[in-house]
T-cell receptor, first 113, second 114 residues
Framework: GEDVEQSLFLSVREGDSSVINCTYT??????LYWYKQEPGAGLQLLTY?????DMKQDQRLTVLLNKKDKHLSLRIADTQTGDSAIYFC?????????????FGTGTLLAVQP | DAGITQSPRHKVTETGTPVTLRCHQT?????MYWYRQDPGHGLRLIHY???????DKGEVSDGYSVSRSKTEDFLLTLESATSSQTSVYFC?????????????FGAGSRLTVL
């Protein structure tokens, strides 16, 4: 079945760039997503990328997709303490009636002042 | 949270008791989902619904049932709660912003089974 893998923890210093990585197994993935979860809250969509794109930039966020290696990354420039959260990678594919997203285990980003 | 309300937000119950969690949406979306979140496992899909009275199982459906008698409500029931069902439960609705399948999540329901 489909699987999405992430490293569990990343620590960076304030002002540095953060890079969170994700690998997935479903070659038919159509969209790939990054969600952010702050403590005690639900997940919020950060950004997503269509599978025919290599890169997407949105302010401090840059998403890179290597479809050949099934590797997705999220780069946060000038990381701030407010970026401390759990970041989830997810993938979905069209086809069938499910329209479901498969999530990774989440990466806890700790930003040190 | 974008028209999604989960209740209760917190519940403590005892092993063997039935529990029902409610998800209510105000946006008339067709697809609704129940996920559970556990450390080291991320979010795992329990059940989902693709319309009134239309539901299907996710990857961790054992011990759970769902019902959707009207578009706006999706109920998750634990018929006889076990300690392994202690978790945070998230409801989500599916939108199609700019063509992508985008899930919007509720704030979560934290369930503790003693």
């Amino acid at each position: 079945g489909e699987d999405v893998e992430q490293s569990l923890f990343l620590s960076v210093r304030e002002g540095d760039s953060s890079v969170i990585n994700c690998t997935y197994t479903d070659s038919s993935s159509t969209y790939l997503y990054w969600y952010k979860q702050e403590p005690g809250a639900g997940l919020q969509l950060l950004t997503y990328i269509f599978s025919n794109m290599d890169m997407k930039q949105d302010q401090r966020l840059t998403v890179l997709l290597n479809k050949k290696d099934k590797h997705l990354s999220l780069r946060i420039a000038d990381t701030q303490t407010g970026d401390s959260a759990i970041y989830f990678c997810a993938e979905s594919s069209y086809g069938g009636a499910t329209n479901k997203l498969i999530f990774g285990t989440g990466t806890l980003l700790a930003v040190q002042p | 949270d974008a028209g999604i309300t989960q209740s209760p937000r917190h519940k403590v119950t005892e092993t063997g008791t039935p529990v029902t969690l409610r998800c209510h949406q105000t946006e008339n979306h067709r697809y609704m989902y129940w996920y559970r979140q556990d450390p080291g496992h991320g979010l795992r899909l329990i059940h989902y619904s693709y319309g009134v009275k239309d539901t299907d199982k996710g990857e961790v459906s054992d011990g759970y049932s769902v019902s959707r008698s009207k578009t706006e409500d999706f109920l998750l029931t634990l018929e006889s709660a076990t300690s392994s069902q202690t978790s945070v439960y998230f409801c989500a609705i599916l939108g199609t912003g700019t063509g992508a399948n985008v899930l919007t999540f509720g704030a979560g329901s934290r369930l503790t089974v003693l």
